[in-house]
């Protein structure tokens, strides 16, 4: 840990020409203890980025296998694109998670349209599929076996008790004491296979609408498909809707694990990490600033190193924060003064919802392809990458930029009810600054932090 806190700061040091310390690599063993000049003996260590660009410690990084689909994979797909078994025969899975956008939403509305006769609007926004066939299950604490032992009541028991530690790009191990909500999908992380995870929207009265069970095991059964199901489950299945349906939700999980087109990892990032790739001076630089926790700290939430099997990153700890985004005035269900969206709390999870510690929680979402989407956060609050950069930077040290000014004294997370305000992260840099503080990344950072995570985009094919 602390030899990367150096290669951070060695790296800042070289591409900006500023004096380095390990103490200013935030080296030392507790945070908040007075900061001790260094003497002249500090050796600087070596650089995470090499003066022309390239990684100087290349990765053989193992790759999802890519072979040819299997057949259920293969009727998956078929359901994927199929808008006949909406309840308006207008939307498809692929409607929302369009391919051409990472499996995303096609349009910057915050919220997609739904319903029988689409004219009902959702409540969150649209996350990407892609990158979710390594998502753990849902817990509360350190992801380790001894977690699989203990209730879910048990762990948000300690949970209660736990001393949160500061989360920082060069203290993943610290963080892995937290006992935090993690893993799991949706931004509520309320369901745990992609089988489940197609359930919700297909049934949502608000998205796919699709009725009952019955009706869209009708649709099935009369659907160019029908003779693929029975061959591959078996005739008695077309007559058991309850089965036919979870054999439909199941053919679309394996098409989302198998296709590779949902975990390409075919970015430049990717190609700088196995040695294949150089940075741009620009790039690089946002790539240092992504890392330090002087500055963006994204690293401490979005981890951006292969694992210890060589897997690549997925650029996120798959852990819930309260970040206190603004609130979105463009949803209409938050017309309703008195509506409020608390993630883990509800209103589309219900198992947590006596654990107010949670609330406002939301799932820490993957950054790859970030820079194709038109919508971020859960409530779309916001369409570009500068904005939400402005957020990071502005929330805490000029909150009147961020949130509505009313009477002349700011709404500060205008979206979260009063008494749940507490859960806002104040610990993990930037958000330990107070106001009228500097802020911690300069435009010239966030400006080089955007310009590194366009790197994350797949698809590239060298330049």
């Known amino acids: 840990m602390v030899r990367r806190a150096l290669l951070i700061a060695a790296t800042a040091a070289f591409l900006t020409g500023a004096a ?6 935030g080296a030392t063993p507790a ?6 000049p260094v003497g002249a003996a500090s050796r600087p260590a070596p650089a995470l980025v090499l003066p022309d660009g390239a990684n100087p410690h290349p990765v053989h990084l193992v790759l999802p296998p890519r072979k040819p689909l299997s057949a259920v994979a293969r009727l998956g797909r078929e359901l994927f694109f199929d808008r006949r078994l909406s309840g308006s025969g207008r939307v498809s899975c692929a409607s929302c998670h ?10 910057a509305l915050p919220v997609q349209i739904g319903g029988s006769r689409m004219n009902r609007f959702g409540v969150r926004a649209v996350p990407s599929l892609e990158y979710l066939y390594r998502q753990q299950n849902f817990s509360i604490g350190p992801d380790n076996e001894e977690n699989e032992t203990i209730t879910l009541q048990q762990l948000v028991q300690l949970g209660k008790q736990a001393t949160r530690v500061r989360k920082t790009a060069h203290d993943t191990a610290a963080t892995a004491a937290n006992l935090v909500p993690q893993g799991g999908l949706f931004w509520d992380g309320r369901v745990n296979t992609l089988q489940q995870q197609a359930d919700g929207p297909l049934f949502n009265p608000l998205e796919m609408d699709a009725g009952s069970v019955a009706t869209v095991a009708a649709k099935l059964r009369s659907g160019g498909y029908a003779r693929e199901f029975q061959q591959l489950f078996g ?37 700088w990490l196995q040695g294949k790739a150089r940075f741009t001076p620009t790039q690089a630089r946002g790539y240092v600033a992504f890392n330090d926790p002087r500055k963006g700290d994204c690293a401490a939430c979005h981890l951006d190193r292969p694992g210890a099997d060589g897997q690549p990153p997925l650029f996120s700890d798959t852990q819930y924060e309260a970040l206190g985004v603004p609130r979105n005035p463009a949803i209409p269900a938050n017309r309703d003064p008195h509506y409020h969206d608390m993630g883990l709390c509800g209103p589309y999870r219900t198992d947590l919802a006596r654990q107010t510690q949670y609330c406002g929680m939301f799932l820490t979402p993957t950054l790859r392809n970030a820079a194709t989407r038109h919508v971020f956060f859960h409530n779309g609050v916001y369409h570009s990458l500068a904005r939400v950069l402005d957020f990071y930077d502005f929330r805490d040290t000029r909150p009147a930029r961020i949130y509505p000014v009313v009477d002349g004294k700011v709404d500060k997370y205008d979206d979260l009810p009063a008494r749940y305000r507490a859960n806002v992260d104040h610990t993990d840099p930037p958000f330990d600054r107070k106001a009228g503080q500097r802020p911690a990344m300069s435009a010239r950072d966030m400006r080089d932090i955007i310009a590194f995570l366009k790197t994350l985009n797949d698809g590239w094919r060298g330049g």
């Open 20 to 25: 380095w310390t390990a103490e200013a690599a």
């Open 31 to 36: 945070a908040s203890a007075p900061r001790a």
């Open 98 to 107: 369009s391919p051409e956008h990472a499996y995303g939403p096609p349009n």
């Open 235 to 271: 005739p008695g299945m077309m007559d058991n809707a309850q089965f036919l349906v979870s054999e439909a939700l199941f053919a679309l999980a394996r098409f989302q694990i198998e296709d590779p087109s949902f975990h390409p990892f075919t970015s430049k990032y990717d190609a």
